[in-house]
């Protein structure tokens, strides 16, 4: 199931990339939709290459009832960032992988921070896949909106955030 979002933000890409590696920020956003952020480590430098890693539990309470019979009542998340150095028109690009702990899902995107009218252009392109024989595809078919809603979540506070810090 592709994953495509594309929205933006009054904010330089600099400013926009800090606050996505920023813990206190995802724990924020973690615990809004009713999980806890487990850990959170970044390794590198933000001025270079980097990597982010998150290890989040969330409800299952939105997913659909067939969905919650493979997984339970919660999720344990590992979300894994490998952020590029700026290109030089000062663009960022993260390349995202989500595992989840006892699900048969997987999770891969590419993020890309663009600079456009005066701050910057989140976009988003990835997909949903699981590895269940038959019901692979209504697994993912149910997961993509969820997976969907949350980064488009994250974008969203990112906003809030920066304007409130």
């Not at 969330?58 to 344990?76: D, I, N």
């Amino acid at each position: 199931m592709a994953l495509s979002a594309t929205t933006t933000l009054p904010h330089s890409v600099d400013s926009v990339a800090a606050v996505l590696v920023n813990e206190d920020f995802q724990r924020h956003v973690s615990q809004l939709v009713g999980g806890s952020l487990e850990s959170f480590t970044v390794d590198g430098d933000l001025a270079g290459s980097f990597s982010a890693t998150s290890v989040r539990t969330l409800p299952t309470t939105r997913l659909p009832e067939f969905a919650r019979k493979f997984v339970g009542e919660q999720l344990k998340v590992t979300q894994v960032e490998k952020w590029d150095a700026p290109a030089a028109d000062g663009s960022r690009q993260s390349t995202i992988s989500l595992k989840i702990a006892g699900a048969p899902v997987d999770v891969t995107a590419v993020q890309r921070l663009v600079t456009a009218d005066g701050g910057t252009r989140v976009e988003l392109e990835g997909a949903v896949k699981s590895s269940v024989p038959f019901l692979g595809g209504k697994i993912a078919d149910a997961a993509e909106p969820m997976v969907a809603k949350a980064l488009n979540l994250q974008a969203k506070q990112a906003q809030a955030w920066l304007e409130s810090h």
